[in-house]
């Protein structure tokens, strides 16, 4: 089955810069791969995602690149506010089949 | 409308115990899927349905675990004879389930079910 790896587990940055965080999979048939935003006690919120047909998408501050031949996909939030500070998860899914996750990324913002 | 909701909020049980957890997706999805979150890790797939059926149950880690959608709508995750380590946030998500030609849907978040087991 799908396997998800995300790194790192923990980043810090100051506030204004940008962060990245990357994950990889392992199933060449997966074709949908959301970024969830969680808070503590919160339900993971979907802040972007990417399709297999796109290589590169951007919302504002954030956007997702994906490599499709190396099987991964990068999240980057430029410009970063201690409100971006939350638990971040990478996944990946075939059609309306089931997601498998990464283990998530501690983002901490400082003023 | 409204989003994903799920009841209870938060449920205490003991070891040995039967619960159940409550999903009401959001209204005109097909698509259901249930996923347990532990502290510290990303949510685990349980069983996702399109309709009334089980279209990947996969996820459910034994027999202990069941759930039903009965009319296509709520879905009900039942775990008989709970265990320490069944202990969890129970999430649920709902998608449209249109299927079109396997292209990806965004899956919607419910709060969860807090579920600890003594």
């Known amino acids: 089955g799908e396997n998800v790896e995300q790194h790192p587990s923990t980043l810090s940055v100051q506030e204004g810069d940008s962060a990245v965080i990357k994950c990889t999979y392992s199933?060449?048939?997966?074709?949908?791969f959301p970024w969830y935003k969680q808070e503590l006690g919160k339900r993971p919120q979907l802040i972007i995602d990417i399709r297999s047909n796109v290589g590169e998408k951007k919302d504002q501050r954030i956007a997702v690149t994906l490599n499709k031949t190396a099987k991964h996909f990068s999240l980057h939030i430029t410009e970063t506010q201690p409100e971006d500070s939350a638990v971040y998860f990478c996944?990946?899914?075939?059609?309306?089949?089931?997601?498998?996750f990464g283990d998530g990324t501690t983002l901490t913002v400082k003023p | 409308g409204a989003g994903v909701s799920q009841t209870p909020s938060n449920k205490v049980t003991e070891k040995g115990k039967y619960v159940e957890l409550r999903c009401d997706p959001i209204s005109g999805h097909t698509a259901l899927y249930w996923y347990r979150q532990s502290l510290g890790q990303g949510p685990e797939f349980l069983i996702y349905f399109q309709g009334t059926g089980a279209a990947d149950d996969s996820g459910l880690p034994n027999d202990r675990f069941f759930a039903v959608r009965p009319e296509g709508s709520v879905s009900t995750l039942k775990i008989q004879r709970t265990e320490r380590g069944d202990s969890a946030v129970y999430l649920c998500a709902s998608s449209l389930g249109l299927g079109l030609a396997g292209a990806a849907e965004t899956q919607y978040f419910g709060p969860g079910t807090r579920l600890l087991v003594l």
């Open positions: 199933d060449s048939a997966s074709n949908y």
């Open positions: 996944a990946a899914s075939i059609g309306t089949g089931k997601s498998t």
